[in-house]
């Protein structure tokens, strides 16, 4: 309920029907909540999404500019590439600090991959569709 709440209350902010004042109370509360039930980990993930997007858009990060051009062909690539990696590397990772060094060796595989795949095919791709032309 409080990451419901944390959801709603950036909506409500974002779409200009909350003003800030009342978005930090309502925030405050839904934060609260959630670290009381969840826990301090769900709450840091909950309320820092939470907070980035309702104020990220006054900060331009370069590194979140380039990984938004390249979503769509990480969206894609992500499970069939990083999955891979965590699949190999998990039967070689037995402590906690391997485990996180193979999920973020499989992450940037997978962003890697992406990358490839935008330059060498999304990219001429749209070129291409760029410069068809329909007769009416």
């Known amino acids: 309920l409080g990451l419901f709440a944390l959801g709603v209350a950036t909506f409500l902010r974002r779409s200009q029907l909350l003003t800030r004042r009342g978005y930090l109370a309502l925030f405050g509360a839904a934060a609260g909540a959630t670290y009381a039930v969840q826990g301090p980990l769900t709450f840091a993930v909950g309320a820092g999404t939470a907070l980035l997007i309702a104020y990220g858009d006054r900060v331009r990060w370069r590194a979140m500019t ?10 894609l690539l992500h499970g069939p590439v990083g999955g891979r990696v965590v ?11 391997a485990q996180l060094a193979v999920a973020v060796v ?14 060498l095919i999304e990219r001429p791709a749209l070129r291409l569709s760029a ?6």
């Open 66 to 75: 380039t990984l938004g051009a390249l979503s769509y062909s990480l969206y």
């Open 131 to 136: 410069s068809l032309r329909y007769k009416p």
């Open 106 to 119: 499989a992450l940037g595989v997978s962003i890697a991959a992406a990358h490839t795949l935008q330059r």
């Open 87 to 97: 699949n190999l590397g998990a039967r070689y990772a037995q402590t906690s600090l």
